[in-house]
């Protein structure tokens, strides 16, 4: 996806700010925002360590930090599984996922969703 397509699809999607939380996606949306805020002072922290009255930054508050990557990237991968079903259920053929996703095959687009699913199903059964 380009910047351009990022910026409007943010955009759009601020026009749903009023509506309800799904259930099923609450989870990994609060995961993903929670832990990227959190990311987000840790930099903010380090850029500021050497600056007066800074805490300061330790190595374990970073090695912290890049532990939260893999849930992150579970939640992230939950979260487009979900789109791409939904995306599914109202009709949207391969070729348009794969468009929107950036890719240029529908086959890229349905082999990234099968890997997908297959790593969550890993994960939940604790193969991963």
Do not use: C, N
């Not at 999607?13 to 002072?41: F, K, M, N, S």
């Not at 890049?66 to 939640?75: H, I, P, S, V």
């Not at 468009?99 to 193969?127: C, D, F, N, P, W």
């Amino acid at each position: 996806m380009s910047d351009d397509s990022g910026i409007e699809a943010r955009m759009r999607l601020a026009g749903l700010a009023d509506l309800p939380l799904g259930e099923g996606a609450t989870v990994p949306a609060g995961v993903l925002q929670q832990d990227a805020a959190l990311l987000g002072r840790l930099l903010a922290g380090a850029a500021q360590s050497g600056g007066p009255g800074g805490r300061g930054v330790s190595d374990d508050d970073v090695a912290a930090g890049l532990a939260l990557f893999e849930d992150m990237r579970t939640a992230l991968d939950r979260l487009e599984t979900q789109v791409v079903i939904e995306a599914r259920r109202r009709g949207m053929e391969w070729r348009q996922i794969a468009s929107h996703q950036g890719m240029k095959s529908s086959q890229a687009a349905s082999q990234r969703y099968q890997r997908l699913v297959t790593r969550l199903e890993e994960i939940r059964q604790g193969i991963r």
